[in-house]
Structures are given as C-alpha cells and as structure tokens.
C-alpha cells in the first residue's frame, strides 16, 4: 500500500514556475513508479509524466516536454514535478500517482493522491 499527499498548487502568471510535491508513505514507495497526470475542467484525465523508481527513466507527455521535470528522492519519500514555463492552458488539478511497474505505454497506476489545483492566469 502507498498513500499519496500532493502539495504546491495555486495560482500564477503565464510564464511563471511552480513546484509540485508528492508525499508518499508506505514501505513500496521507493521499489514503485511514480507520476502525475491532470484533469483540466470539462476534459478527461491525462498523463504529464512518470519517472521509474531508480529515476533512470523518464517519460513525458509531448505537450510539456522541455517545460517540466519530473524527479524523486526515495530517501524522503518524495515526488516532484518542477513545472515552467507555464501557461493557461496547464490549468488543471494535479494527481500524483504510483505503481509497482513502470510503463511508458498506457501507464495505469493503482495508487492516487487526492489532487492538487494549479491555475495559470494570462
């Protein structure tokens, strides 16, 4: 089991930066792989990125490649998701997520944080 707390949301300017945090208990954390993805108003959720857990790998969704980075520090059980660059259109709640396989193809993970709003104003 792997329970997942997002933190680092809110609201900032078109071109500005925001860091996401993920907070993980649980003894798996550091053997899973970890990600995000996010569901913007009216449309379906959608992968953004997703990192193995020796952070070898990495896999971005091509709309926010070059602008946000994706990392983990198993020692605090911890995922990040550095986001700049951003604009209107990254609006979006932000879930953090995590399984024991790492996937780049039609990752489903089994474990979900509670989400976390971030909101790009122009």
């Known amino acids: 089991q792997v329970q997942l707390v997002e933190s680092g949301g809110g609201l900032v300017q078109a071109g500005g930066s925001l860091r996401l945090s993920c907070a993980a208990s649980?003894?798996?954390?550091?053997?899973?792989?970890m990600g995000w993805f996010r569901q913007a108003p009216g449309k379906e959720r959608e992968f953004v990125a997703v990192?193995?857990?020796?952070?070898?790998?990495?896999k971005y969704t091509d709309s926010v490649k070059g602008r946000f980075t994706i990392s983990r520090d198993n020692a605090k059980n911890t995922g990040y998701l550095q986001m700049n660059s951003l604009k209107p259109e990254d609006t979006a709640v932000y879930y953090c997520?995590?399984?024991?396989?790492?996937?780049?193809?039609?990752?489903?993970?089994?474990?979900w944080g509670q989400g976390t709003q971030v909101t790009v104003s122009s």
């Open positions: 997520a995590a399984d024991p396989v790492y996937s780049t193809t039609d990752w489903r993970p089994t474990y």
């Open positions: 649980g003894r798996t954390f550091g053997n899973s792989a």
């Open positions: 990192i193995s857990w020796s952070s070898i790998r990495t």
